[in-house]
T-cell receptor
């Protein structure tokens, strides 16, 4: 079982509220990722980070923002939640120093966000 | 366009039976292919990872195959159990990207009935 954690697991919130989804890992991984997944659909990369003070946008445009002040912590923030943000958000991390053939992304349990 | 297609979209089998899930991809260049299991409301968990030179890899009752020439992979589940009910996701990684870009399929939703 991977040591990557997400809180909250479930969140129901009203439109216009500011929310932060927490993600932390204790494996010392430099690379971290945020994915968005709708039911029955593939995962879409929305943000990633190579390390502290490094953040990049992913393939899917997202109104969320991320920060990486500490290696183990990669929070995602929505300044003003909207119903269109309703989705599952998955955090992952990986170790870039391993062999590419054994390169692995470890996923957290996810946060199910519902914006009413 | 780099894509990963999985079939069937959903599958129902009886406990104890075997099944095979399919994955076709167009990702190029190719680095490796993984199969993940995702339980409802959970994050994906890796089952197998195969590189270009590997054509079969087993993990308990799960056996994955890879044909890099035809760009096809399959995941065979033997003697299915109720706990096998989950979404099985095929993920392909391209070579040459420092990010190790992953391309995800939509998954096959497997339901095992008693």
């Amino acid at each position: 079982e991977a040591d990557i954690y997400q809180t909250p697991r479930y969140l129901v919130i009203g439109t216009g509220k500011k929310i932060t989804l927490e993600c932390s890992q204790t494996m010392g991984h430099d690379k971290m990722y945020w994915y968005q997944q709708d039911p029955g659909m593939e995962l879409h990369l929305i943000h990633y980070s190579y390390g502290v003070n490094s953040t990049e946008k992913g393939d899917l445009s997202s109104e969320s923002t991320v920060s990486r002040i500490r290696t183990e912590h990669f929070p995602l923030t929505l300044e003003s939640a909207r119903p269109s943000h309703t989705s599952q958000y998955l955090c992952a991390s990986s170790d870039p120093h391993g062999l590419e053939s054994s390169y692995e992304q470890y996923f957290g349990p996810g946060t199910r966000l519902t914006v009413t | 366009k780099n894509q990963v297609e999985q079939s069937p979209q959903s599958l129902i089998i009886l406990e104890g039976k075997n099944c095979t899930l399919q994955c076709n991809y167009t990702v190029s260049p190719f680095s490796n292919l993984r199969w993940y299991k995702q339980d409802t409301g959970r994050g994906p968990v890796s089952l197998t990872i195969m590189t270009f030179s590997e054509n079969t890899k087993s993990n308990g009752r799960y056996t994955a195959t890879l044909d890099a020439d035809t760009k096809q992979s399959s995941l065979h589940i033997t003697a299915s159990q109720l706990s096998d009910s989950a979404s099985y996701i095929c993920v392909v990684s391209d070579r040459g990207s420092t990010l190790g870009r992953l391309y995800f399929g939509r998954g096959t939703q497997l339901t095992v009935w008693p």
